[in-house]
């Protein structure tokens, strides 16, 4: 086993990664966690900001993860770097505490932006190689200046997100090289702080801390953040450099003229060159290679990653890869999408526009085949993002009148040998892939090895660890996508009028979406008292937004009856997450601090909902917490009826039984013989959470779905493969009928005599719901003629029903003593659901599955909640006290 390891955190747009490379053998292990940026308040729809106590919590977790599956012990790790997304921003105050979180996307500055591009986006691009646009810091500085003065005066340091990760983690103020040239304050020239245009705008000079190159050891991690990574204290931190340049590094590409693209998230295309380019209008971008001395040029194909991912969630949703399908597909095809073009993620780079993209897709009835479509329009997209790729090269050897030998094609599109092919025959040069699946964590290790002494200089290192996966050469599709480039470019020229207007329209559109209400101050924690069971992974997330303490009530034993009994426990208090508890009026008058109340049910009878909308308390459910463990149960006895177990399980036990006998074999056969769910009708009484996941697996057994649902209209229906029929119908057509309607008065004994008189012959009968939904004595008559086959009951009028229960005896029923939502999943389901919607409340959106949003009108973390007058109060109090059971 190997002692040297070394460790990059990545932290992205969408997602962050941990990468533990063994310096033995040149093997890497990865850890990934996925994240949100939250939309800012006031902003117009325009801002976002990091949640970076999620962020953290879930490096926590991918390094912990990933030092654990490489095999590492904590001191075997020598050195640790971090490299982020570009065009982040951070503002500490002199605590040292966040003021200010900005992701990439972040366009709040877009006036500001504007302003100074208008006023001197010249001279700007001229020392910094950027053309000024929202989405660096120094329009974002001015917009702080502009909009919230007060916390730019407090203001002690500004960084980037890799710079501060690396703070955090135990390293002193700084600001890497490649990371500072994205900001527009950077003299690209000079290697520092462009102090000048610092000063012109208004900002302090102390503001910005030193410039470092990438490798540069700026501290050690510290005893908090080691127990937090799984690590030991004392690790050299090295600065990690911007991800985009990291992944340069990563893939090996470090000498003046070499290209790559980066066709992650979004597909920057840069050229390595020896000195600052500057192409004279501003059009391409300028910036810092990760190697000292080394500088980009940049074109830039935008979102791309992006949108293949959402085109792909549209077109295969139902996969659990959906952009894995469209590439698996787009190879069923032909060049050229038999007659499709697109130009959806594709685009050709102009830093000076700022536009909402729009994509386009072109295709003809007469040309296109209608089977096999969507292998086409997968086909169409990944070659229009090639074409994208030739333009933006193109750009690059225009400007620069190097002609690369080769082009490397790092990150996630790089994973199909599909489309990198497809590149190398678009552009006529060869294509290499970098065996590295994760290049930019990949450079951020090279960085750490730097800081750790284990290599002498970043690109000695990467000649080291970075190897070469695959090479692609230009094929025989080669001359045919020569000319379909020039189509497809000139199409693009000729649209460019039409794009510009629908831009326009889409950026209003954009404009229009409300700001959140109500939000949480930046800092404010809730206090949170948990006593429904959460898993621990809805546990840490809630920790990272809040104050918990955990009292399950299957651990504790332990459930409040409601008035002071509850207040004592809610006391200090700002949420209360319950599952078993009686929330009542007394409980609620007498908690004037409790803000949010989240109940761990479906049908929440053990709140009293009105009095808590009375007193401006929102209430969340979690519909649908217990949905896959009710509907696999469902499934799990249809098969068993079908193919007449627990018998047949049974039947081997039998004493006398001699190994061997084919005579009890062939009477096996004979008796046991069953049927498949392949073309028979399921019935489903309610297309609720529990139906419609009931829907979708019987629908993958080839069965054919009814349903009958009042509050269900037909169209809806097909959304889940179910058609919509009379009770009547659904009872006469159906092999098998599965109870999952609500339990109230209008659905009490909806199956009785007269509705199992109409079922089928020979069907079988599921309730998984509740026992008040069906008249049993009925149901037993019915099994006893002989009319149904069989049934499958985990719901019972008296629970658990005696062993001598008249259904329970027969030998056609199978009974369990209501199990369907009991799975140790149900506590995970139940905590994701809680953990979105107490986030939602928290940023001042509504959550998805809030029972009073009337209350959001009113609602405040940290102002008074609302009373209701005295004579509404009498009223309450003599309402009914809720239940724990309906």
């Not at 380019?277 to 074109?299: A, K, M, N, Q, T």
């Not at 303490?549 to 319950?578: K, P």
Request: hydrophobic share 40%; net charge negative; glycine share 12%.
């Amino acid at each position: 086993m190997s002692s040297k390891y070394l460790l990059a955190l990545d932290v992205g747009g969408g997602s962050g990664r941990c990468l533990v490379l063994d310096l033995d053998s040149g093997s890497a292990t990865t850890a990934k966690r996925t994240w949100t940026h939250p939309q800012a308040p006031d902003t117009a729809g325009l801002g976002y900001d990091l949640d970076l106590d999620d962020i953290w919590m879930k490096l926590g977790e991918a390094a912990r993860e990933a030092v654990d599956a490489s095999g590492a012990r904590p001191r075997d790790v020598l050195g640790l770097a971090v490299t982020s997304m570009r065009n982040t921003t951070v503002v500490l105050d002199s605590s040292d505490d966040v003021l200010f979180a900005t992701p990439n996307n972040d366009a709040r500055a877009l006036g500001e932006a504007f302003e100074w591009a208008a006023s001197d986006g010249k001279s700007v691009y001229d020392s910094g190689g950027h053309w000024p646009t929202p989405l660096f810091t120094g329009s974002r500085l001015l917009w702080l200046r502009a909009h919230a003065p007060g916390l730019l005066e407090r203001a002690r340091t500004v960084m980037c997100l890799s710079d501060w990760a690396a703070f955090r983690l135990g390293g002193g103020r700084f600001c890497e090289r490649s990371q500072a040239a994205e900001t527009l304050l950077f003299d690209l020239a000079g290697g520092d702080w462009a102090f000048d245009l610092i000063e012109s705008l208004g900002f302090e000079k102390d503001l910005f801390p030193a410039a470092v190159d990438a490798g540069t050891v700026v501290g050690t991690l510290s005893a908090e953040s080691a127990a937090h990574l799984g690590l030991a204290q004392g690790i050299p931190l090295a600065a990690g450099g911007a991800d985009t340049q990291s992944s340069l590094l990563g893939s090996r590409v470090v000498e003046p003229g070499e290209i790559c693209i980066v066709a992650g998230t979004t597909m920057p295309v840069q050229m390595v060159t020896d000195g600052p380019v500057f192409d004279g209008e501003g059009r391409l971008w300028s910036g810092r290679h990760v190697i000292p001395g080394r500088y980009v040029l940049e074109s830039n194909g935008l979102t791309t990653g992006t949108v293949l991912e959402w085109f792909a969630e549209m077109l295969f949703e139902e996969y659990e890869d959906p952009t894995g399908v469209l590439f698996a597909q787009a190879a069923y095809s032909e060049p050229g999408g038999a007659g499709t073009l697109s130009t959806f993620g594709a685009c050709t780079f102009d830093a000076r526009k700022l536009a909402v993209p729009v994509g386009n897709l072109s295709m003809s009835h007469m040309v296109t085949p209608s089977g096999g479509g969507k292998q086409h329009l997968s086909r169409s997209l990944l070659e229009g993002i090639a074409f994208s790729v030739r333009a933006n090269v193109e750009q690059l050897t225009n400007q620069t009148g190097s002609e690369p030998t080769a082009l490397t094609v790092s990150e996630g599109m790089s994973r199909s040998a599909l489309w990198t092919q497809i590149v190398s025959d678009v552009t006529g040069i060869p294509v290499r892939v970098p065996l590295a699946k994760e290049a930019s964590a990949l450079g951020a290790a090279i960085c750490a090895g730097v800081g750790a002494g284990v290599f002498n200089d970043l690109a000695g290192g990467a000649g080291r660890v970075a190897a070469v996966s695959r090479e692609h050469l230009p094929g025989a599709d080669s001359e045919k996508y020569q000319r379909l480039y020039e189509g497809w470019n000139r199409a693009c020229e000729m649209r460019a009028p039409s794009d510009d207007h629908v831009s326009v329209l889409m950026t209003m559109s954009l404009m229009e979406k409300a700001a959140p209400q109500a939000a949480a101050d930046r800092g404010f924690r809730p206090g949170m008292l948990v006593t429904a069971s959460m898993d621990g992974g809805a546990l840490r997330r809630l920790r990272a937004m809040g104050d918990v303490h955990y009292a399950g009530w299957r651990e504790t034993g332990r459930i409040s009856m409601g008035g002071d009994d509850l207040i004592e426990a809610l006391r200090d208090y700002d949420v209360l997450i319950t599952e078993m508890d009686i929330v009542d009026f007394e409980a609620i008058r007498g908690l004037p601090g409790l803000h949010a109340i989240g109940v761990c049910r479906v049908n929440p009878v053990n709140v009293d909902v009105e009095s808590a909308t009375a007193y401006g308390i929102p209430v969340f459910n979690t519909p649908g917490r217990n949905a896959d463990a009710v509907a696999d149960l469902t499934l799990a006895f249809m098969i068993m009826l079908a193919r007449k177990m627990p018998a047949s399980a049974l039947y081997l036990r039998k004493p006398g039984g001699a190994e061997g006998d084919l005579v009890r074999m062939g009477q096996a056969y004979s008796e046991f013989q069953g049927g498949e769910l392949w073309r028979k009708n399921v019935g489903i009484l309610g297309l609720g959470s529990v139906g419609r996941e009931v829907a979708r697996r019987v629908r993958s057994c080839g069965a054919h779905v009814l349903f009958c649902d009042p509050a269900v209209e037909a169209g809806e229906g097909k959304l889940h493969n179910a058609e919509k029929a009379t009770l009547e119908q659904l009872l006469s057509q159906s092999d098998f009928v599965t109870l999952h309607a609500p339990a109230n008065e209008s659905t009490k004994a909806m199956m009785a005599e007269g509705q199992f008189a109409v079922m089928k012959e020979g069907a079988f009968f599921i309730n998984t719901a509740r026992a008040s939904l069906v008249d049993y004595g009925a149901l037993a008559a019915a099994l006893e003629s002989g009319r149904l086959a069989g049934a499958a009951l985990d719901v019972f009028e008296v629970e658990p029903p005696a062993s001598d229960d008249r259904l329970v005896r027969m030998s056609n029923v199978i009974a369990t003593p209501h199990l369907g939502g009991n799975t140790f999943e149900t506590a995970a389901h139940q905590g994701a659901i809680v953990v979105e919607q107490l986030k939602a409340l928290l940023e001042g959106r509504s959550p998805a599955h809030l029972l009073n949003p009337g209350v959001m009108g009113t609602f405040s973390w940290e102002g008074q909640r609302i009373e209701p007058s005295a004579q509404e109060q009498e009223r309450l109090a003599a309402k009914e006290k809720p239940t724990m059971t309906s």
